[in-house]
């Protein structure tokens, strides 16, 4: 059966719903073990027992937080030799990928990012061009890396768990020497709202907001959905940069993607045309985001966005 | 300072774009200048122009790996302000993936001699990976230094500032290094009038596998490591319903995600 490496990052007290599809996604395609970095919390210990993960390996080194994404390339990869691994999953965050850009040279693996599924030969599965097309890809090395794309598995816990053994790695002495190091970190202030990338409904404000995005907030609160914007939206100042979707902000695909004042420009569309329902709202009868949209509603943001929330709240009573 | 900008010639993403190509590579035909590396650019002719541009000795060097057509990236950014181009072009590239891309162009930066900075896009417009710069860097051997919305170098040091979900991050790292940037760092300038005359005196060296020493094998179609096995064109999306608001269109709405069950 083929070996299965799962990266988990930092997980905290409990693992996110995305670490949670990675060891589901690994379990149905062989025995899986996971490289952690970071403290391992009694929750997470637990999770990992219950979603059948053979092994859990640890670094020999507490620092790996203080460079750019160097060093944790390097841990991987010794983690992924200890563990016989043919398959090396990690999420598809930024970060998610560029590990295992590094990793995969390490390893002589080839790299699949952005995939939505995984045959059991290791094939992944994954769109290009804006979500214009579907393919198919796969690695012709002995090892594979593949960054999954959150909400495409549904995490289903072990049929049997698992007592996980513990093991830890050596990181690679001298893997720090070259890497860039963070020398300050600022949190951000959470927001409350479900995160966007996994996110069941989003409601993306535009241009058309005018610089108010209170109407968005409040539907979005409504259906208990994240906040996204457009590029326009963003550079305004109207909303933090990291609510923008699109080609260079976040991809979405979630249930529900409502649009709101935004004219829907092919890099707008990069990030969230492969979103189950689209609904659109815009004044301008030939915006182009009504070529995608399942509902479309041409009118004011002001007047329609707050009559439905009104009415949302209505009758959820 | 010398400065290498990597720049990709990508199919343009305002026309239908296609996976036609052999072993599903693009389209080439409608093809610009990502415009995701023009902040490459931008945020390299600032840094040179901050130590006296190319009068003072500093340089910026437009390196693009393709076929004949790339050579079209490579003219843009020179008329943009690069004060060289290179070429990097061999039939037997054809069809490279990320990490045989890196390989060549790591090859080709090598070759350049000493380097104090590579800066690239945050991702090609049509590949969108992001898999290149990390590559690279980790190929040269080089601090990694990627999505940089601000970038600051100091003798031989360099401090960005990067956006994380939950963080944002300042980073600091040595020269030489891999930069990628995003499209927050700065506002690409226009080619004017006297660039895209100067541009015509400016050289543009065409370089082949041979020339930067590297086996054919290791790059295209047989070098890569992983092989697209399929491609299929999504439907497009098709319009729905498509109503004009007569005072209850919230109220339409809200029917609308209660018969798709979605409140
Ligand atoms: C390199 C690059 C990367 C980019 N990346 C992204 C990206 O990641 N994400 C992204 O979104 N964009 C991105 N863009 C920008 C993109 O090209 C568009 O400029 C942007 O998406 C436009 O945002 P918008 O639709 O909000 O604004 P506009 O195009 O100005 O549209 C505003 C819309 O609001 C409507 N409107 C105005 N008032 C009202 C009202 N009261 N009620 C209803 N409707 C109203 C108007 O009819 C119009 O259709 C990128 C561009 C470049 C060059
Ligand atoms: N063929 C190429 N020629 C020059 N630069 C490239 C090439 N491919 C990728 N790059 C650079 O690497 C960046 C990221 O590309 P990618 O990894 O394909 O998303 C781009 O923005 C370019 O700066």
């Not at chain 1, 919390?41 to 507490?62: K, L, Q």
């Not at chain 2, 490459?40 to 541009?53: K, M, P, T, V």
């Not at chain 2, 109503?243 to 798709?260: M, P, S």
């Amino acid at each position: 059966m083929a070996k299965v490496l799962v990266f988990i990052d930092n997980p905290g007290a409990s693992l996110k719903k995305s670490s949670l599809e990675l060891l589901t996604l690994a379990r149905s395609l062989g025995e899986s073990a996971v490289a952690l970095n970071g403290e391992l919390s009694d929750g997470v210990a637990a999770a990992f027992g219950e979603y059948g993960v053979g092994t859990v390996i640890r670094p020999s080194t507490d620092d790996l937080d203080d460079f750019l994404v160097a060093p944790k390339a390097a841990y991987l990869a010794a983690a992924a030799e200890a563990a016989g691994a043919g398959i090396v999953l990690l999420d598809n965050s930024p970060e998610g990928k560029e590990i295992a850009a590094r990793l995969g040279i390490r390893l002589n693996a080839g790299v699949i990012t952005d995939v939505v599924a995984v045959d059991a030969d290791g094939t992944g599965h994954k769109s290009v061009l804006a979500g214009s097309y579907n393919t198919a890809c796969k690695a012709t090395t002995p090892v594979s890396v593949l960054t999954l794309k959150a909400n495409n598995v549904t995490p289903e816990p072990a049929a049997a768990p698992t007592t996980p053994e513990a093991a830890t790695v050596e990181v690679p002495a001298g893997s720090s020497t070259a890497a860039a190091r963070i020398t300050a970190r600022e949190q951000k202030v959470a927001t409350g709202r479900p995160d966007l990338t996994d996110a069941r409904i989003v409601v993306a404000g535009g241009r058309g907001m005018d610089g108010d995005f209170g109407p968005v907030e409040e539907l979005a609160d409504a259906l208990g959905a994240a906040v996204g914007a457009s590029r326009a939206a963003t550079d305004a100042g109207w909303i933090s940069h990291d609510a923008q979707v699109g080609q260079t902000g976040k991809t979405v695909s979630p249930q529900l993607y409502i649009s709101a004042g935004i004219s829907g420009a092919i890099q707008q569309k990069a990030g969230m045309q492969t979103s189950k329902v689209i609904v659109a709202i815009n004044k301008d009868a030939e915006s182009p985001v009504f070529e995608i949209a399942d509902f479309g509603i041409v009118g004011d943001v002001f007047d329609v966005l707050p009559q439905a929330a009104a009415e949302i709240k209505k009758r959820k009573g | 300072m010398k400065i290498v900008v990597l720049v990709k010639h990508v199919p343009d993403a305002q026309f239908d774009r296609h996976l036609n190509g052999e072993g599903f590579t693009t389209d080439r035909d409608e093809s610009i200048l990502s415009e995701l590396d023009e902040y490459a650019l931008e945020a390299a002719l600032q840094l040179a122009e901050a130590r006296g541009g190319s009068k003072a000795g500093n340089q910026v060097i437009a390196l693009s790996m393709g076929p004949a057509g790339a050579v079209n990236a490579i003219k843009k950014s020179l008329q943009i302000g690069a004060t060289e181009g290179v070429h990097l072009t061999d039939d037997a590239l054809a069809g490279s993936d990320a990490a045989a891309t890196s390989l060549a162009l790591a090859a080709a930066v090598r070759h350049l001699g000493d380097v104090d900075l590579v800066i690239t896009g945050m991702a090609s417009t049509d590949g969108e990976t992001s898999l290149v710069p990390a590559q690279l860097a980790e190929r040269l051997g080089l601090p990694q230094v990627t999505f940089a919305s601000s970038l600051e170098v100091d003798g031989g040091r360099l401090t960005a500032r990067r956006d994380a979900d939950t963080s944002s991050e300042t980073v600091e790292a040595t020269l030489p290094a891999v930069v990628s940037v995003t499209d927050q760092i700065n506002e690409p300038r226009y080619p004017n009038f006297k660039g895209i005359i100067a541009a015509k005196r400016k050289s543009i060296t065409t370089l082949s596998l041979a020339d930067i020493g590297v086996d054919p094998a290791q790059v295209g179609f047989s070098g890569s490591w992983t092989t697209v096995t399929n491609a299929e064109q999504r439907p497009p999306r098709t319009a729905g319903t498509i109503i004009t608001d007569e005072g209850d269109a919230g109220i339409k709405l809200v029917d609308f995600l209660a018969a798709q069950k979605l409140l």
